[in-house]
């Protein structure tokens, strides 16, 4: 309890020196030195570790700075049952709106460049408070550590957890990734808060072989990865959204090998052999038919560079079709 008071006391001390944000200017710095006179050990966990609580640091805020002077909770109104609450709290239950929450954060970290586009961003315009993932008065702010960041934002982003929980996803559950690493939770230019301007930038910051340029390159690779892929997770190999060849049959359309096919009206694969017609799959197809050319096996084991290809050649294999 001592080392907590003292170490409130010097934090204190520091405030009178430093300029209030301005959305608090006028705060009397001594004031907040009330406040360790009931708000002890007791009741508020060590912070001495917190980013707030460096008394050498001449930004460090005091009580006031957050919570507003307060007179009527440092000391109790005439007439009044019990103290009145600070004039800005920030539990669960709080009466004091968010946009005054959050102001108070944001009049001294919207200058910082992670932060510059937190206004009109899908949290802000969710009415996400900075309390809803941020804990002041702890050593141990989940939001600030890469191995407790993910399950804070589970709380909010169930699919994702689900999505996560599946065969082939990125490793975050192994602790090796975070969300951070792909989102900038506080504003972004972005689609879905991603770190940089567009998917296919933030996925080529790790994977830069698929960023090109090629010389045949294959359009929807070059638009979004998203088309083909699930970034957080899928039951299917790569992280694809569905099994070779049925993802790529959503664009394209199936093999016909040897005038053999089974869609589209096409003749059946396994018609059977009648006097004078002869089955469709014989010596002219030279055993091929479209079962073993897109059913039994998947796109890319022909189209081996899904993503784009350099290849030089000039005649067959025609090198827009992928093969190399």
């Known amino acids: ?33 009330a406040c360790v006179e009931c708000h002890d050990a007791e009741d508020l966990s060590d912070s001495s570790r917190h980013a707030h609580s460096h008394p050498t640091d001449a930004r460090t805020p005091g009580c006031t700075t957050c919570h507003g002077p ?67 008065h702890t050593n141990t702010d989940k939001a600030l550590a890469r191995a407790t960041e993910t399950e804070l934002c589970y709380g909010c982003h169930k699919e994702q957890r689900t999505q996560l929980a599946r065969p082939s996803h990125h490793p975050i559950p192994e602790g090796k990734m975070a969300c951070r690493d792909c989102h900038n939770v506080h504003g972004s230019a972005g689609p879905k808060l991603a770190k940089k301007d567009s998917t296919n930038d933030t996925c080529y910051s ?84 479209v079962v073993n050319t897109w059913q039994g096996r998947a796109c890319s084991n022909c189209h081996t560079q899904v993503h784009g290809s350099n290849n030089p050649a000039t005649t067959n294999p025609t090198p827009q079709f992928l093969f190399r």
């Open 206 to 289: 790790c994977h830069a072989e698929k960023r090109g340029p090629f010389v045949h390159p294959h359009e929807p690779a070059t638009q979004d990865c998203a088309s083909c892929h699930n970034p957080h997770g899928s039951t299917v190999q790569a992280m694809l959204k569905a099994r070779p060849p049925m993802l790529c049959m959503q664009c394209h359309t199936p093999h016909v090998t040897g005038g053999v096919g089974a869609v589209g009206g096409q003749p059946g694969v396994f018609t059977a052999p009648r006097v004078g017609v002869p089955p469709a799959v014989g010596p002219n197809t030279g055993g091929r038919n």
């Open 70 to 136: 307060s007179p009527g909770h440092v000391k109790k109104p005439a007439g009044a049952p019990k103290q009145l609450p600070p004039d800005i709290t920030y539990g669960k239950k709080t009466a004091s709106p968010v946009a005054v929450r959050n102001a108070v954060c944001t009049s001294c970290h919207s200058k910082e460049t992670k932060r510059m586009l937190w206004a009109g961003s899908q949290h802000e315009a969710a009415d996400i408070a900075c309390n809803n993932c941020h804990q002041n």
């Open 1 to 33: 309890m001592m080392r907590l008071r003292t170490v409130l006391a010097a934090l204190l001390l520091c405030v009178g020196g430093w300029a209030a944000p301005a959305a608090l200017a006028g705060v009397d710095a001594e004031a907040s030195k």
